[in-house]
Nanobody
């Protein structure tokens, strides 16, 4: 079992920055990919960034490329999502998720491919 806990969500002005954290505990060595998803009001859950647990590869959705950056601190079993140049359309609940299988070629953006989920953290960008 793997437990994921997100933190860092807040209210922010357009153009501002936030850094989200996802603290992992439990049998984390069973996971190979950690992703950040978000779900805005009335929208489907979408993947925005992912990182392999060895830290070698990162993936970004087109909507956040160049603005968001995913990283990890293995010593603290924490994955971060640095979000810059925030826009009102970035408003959503942000979730981190972990997969026991390696996913690429778009599969890393499918929520059903992930085995563990956090409870989410709210990010609101004022309009």
């Amino acid at each position: 079992e793997v437990k994921l806990v997100e933190s860092g969500g807040a209210l922010v002005q357009p153009g501002g920055s936030l850094k989200l954290s996802c603290a992992a505990s439990g049998y984390i060595y069973s996971t190979v990919l950690i992703a950040w998803f978000r779900q805005g009001p009335g929208k489907e859950r979408e993947g925005v960034a992912a990182i392999t647990t060895d830290g070698v590869s990162t993936y970004y959705a087109d909507s956040v490329k160049g603005r968001f950056s995913v990283s990890q601190d293995n010593a603290k079993s924490t994955v971060f999502l640095q979000m810059n140049s925030l826009k009102p359309e970035d408003t959503a609940i942000y979730y981190c998720a972990a997969s026991r299988r390696f996913r690429i070629d778009g599969q890393q953006w499918i929520p059903a491919n992930f085995d563990y989920w956090g409870q989410g953290t709210q990010v609101t960008v004022l309009s």
